[in-house]
């Protein structure tokens, strides 16, 4: 009797698990995709940010590349983990390049904390088998 109300326990959290994939991933896939579409803008925001940085602008437009293609494979659940590493490398850089040029820790966190759910995003969920 137990077991059986814990496997049903476990179906419905699978569910929810799946939900809200989903979710992160449609909230994700559009903030990298407009992001990354911005950053073909020459003289747009992030053109000044990357030449603060001392970034050339063809790294500025590869960033934009990257962003926009993860944005798209995270939601497609075949190619979602190579756009979670893809995006999660992206945001490595983005949180060294934010420390070494003297960013406030929110800001890194928020960065570290987009990094660790594309990573989780795109490992731990594919092993549980709540990807598809």
Same mark, same amino acid.
């Given at each position: 009797?137990?077991?059986?109300?814990?496997?049903?326990?476990?179906?419905?959290?699978?569910?929810?698990?799946?939900?809200?994939?989903?979710?992160?991933?449609?909230?994700?896939?559009?903030?990298?995709?407009?992001?990354?579409?911005?950053?073909?803008?020459?003289?747009? *925001?992030?053109?000044?940010?990357?030449?603060?940085?001392?970034?050339?602008?063809? *790294?500025?437009?590869?960033?934009?590349?990257?962003?926009?293609?993860?944005?798209?494979?995270?939601?497609?659940?075949?190619?979602?983990?190579?756009?979670?590493?893809?995006?999660?490398?992206?945001?490595?850089?983005?949180?060294?390049?934010?420390?070494?040029?003297?960013?406030?820790?929110?800001?890194?966190?928020?960065?570290?904390?987009?990094?660790?759910?594309?990573?989780?995003?795109?490992?731990?969920?594919?092993?549980?088998?709540?990807?598809?």
């Amino acid at each position: 009797m137990l077991q059986k109300q814990f496997e049903i326990l476990r179906s419905k959290l699978t569910n929810i698990q799946f939900i809200l994939l989903w979710l992160m991933c449609a909230y994700y896939a559009q903030s990298f995709i407009r992001n990354g579409v911005r950053k073909f803008d020459i003289d747009g *925001f992030w053109s000044n940010a990357f030449e603060r940085w001392g970034y050339p602008t063809w *790294f500025m437009v590869l960033i934009g590349v990257f962003e926009t293609f993860g944005g798209i494979a995270i939601l497609i659940p075949k190619i979602r983990p190579y756009g979670g590493i893809v995006l999660s490398v992206v945001m490595l850089g983005a949180l060294i390049t934010r420390l070494i040029h003297g960013v406030g820790w929110g800001d890194a966190t928020y960065i570290a904390f987009f990094m660790i759910s594309m990573l989780y995003m795109t490992t731990y969920l594919k092993k549980a088998g709540i990807t598809s």
